[in-house]
Every structure is written in structure tokens, then in C-alpha cells.
């Protein structure tokens, strides 16, 4: 079981052809403990007893009527909680194109690199790129 503490801010831009979003947060998670002592680590298997902060940048752009340019920016910091000692870092880019093409059919494209710092898990770098094709039966 989970004490949870939660903050959570946004601020945000709404104009006729961009829109510009920032979100920042900040998550603390520990375990209760009983009588004040800390529970063993085998109750806790999924290291949730941690501290997390961390910031997005959303920004969305109508190229047309029809077309929309979306570009995001997060990054996030996870640190451990006394008595334990680890640090994550993560980051992601991603942007991408959504298009129109009839009032039922949509596609998109885009492009994502992500970054993950730690002294507990293995790092790495991913790029990728994607794209989706949707169409609403009726």
C-alpha cells in the first residue's frame, strides 16, 4: 500500500492556428509503514518508492484547414527515496503531421527519439519513426 502525493500544472496558449501547452508534475510515492519503520523491500517489487518531476511541451500548429503540425518535448526525473540511493533520467521529441482527408479518413506521420540515464537499469537511445491510418465506419 501507497502514500501518494500529486502536483500537477498547466499552463496553455489557444490561437487561431497554434496552440502551445506546458505541463509540469510532480509525483511522490512511498510506502506506509508501520510503527514508522519502513517496510522491507520485498513488499515493494516494483520500486515505486520514488520521487518523479518532470515537464512537457506541447505545441500544435495548423499548417491548413486540413493539416496540423505537432511537435512535444518531455523529459522526466525519477530519484529513489531514502534509504534507497538511484536516479532515472528519461527524455522524448516527437513530432508529427496530421492530415484530413475526408470527413471519415485521417493519416499521420511522425518521427520520435527517446533517451533514458540510470545507475539502476540499462540506458538507451530510440529513434522512430511511425505513421497511422484511421477511417470512421459509420
Do not use: C, M
Not at 16 to 31: E, I, K, M, P
Amino acid at each position: 500500500t501507497y502514500l501518494q502525493a500529486n502536483f500537477t500544472v498547466t499552463f496553455g496558449s489557444l490561437g487561431a492556428r497554434n496552440n502551445v501547452f506546458v505541463t509540469g508534475f510532480y509525483v511522490h510515492t512511498q510506502l506506509i509503514s508501520g510503527a514508522g519503520n519502513p517496510l522491507p523491500p520485498i513488499f515493494d517489487p516494483q520500486g515505486n518508492n520514488n520521487t518523479q518531476t518532470g515537464a512537457t511541451i506541447s505545441w500544435n500548429h495548423n499548417l491548413t484547414g486540413l493539416v496540423t503540425l505537432s511537435a512535444n518535448v518531455t523529459a522526466v526525473r525519477t530519484v529513489a527515496n531514502p534509504p534507497f540511493e538511484a536516479t532515472t533520467r528519461q527524455g522524448a521529441a516527437t513530432i508529427g503531421l496530421t492530415a484530413v482527408l475526408s470527413p471519415r479518413t485521417t493519416v499521420s506521420v511522425g518521427a520520435r527519439y527517446q533517451l533514458l540515464r540510470s545507475d539502476v537499469s540499462p540506458e538507451y537511445n530510440e529513434g522512430a519513426v511511425f505513421g497511422g491510418f484511421t477511417y470512421t465506419f459509420k
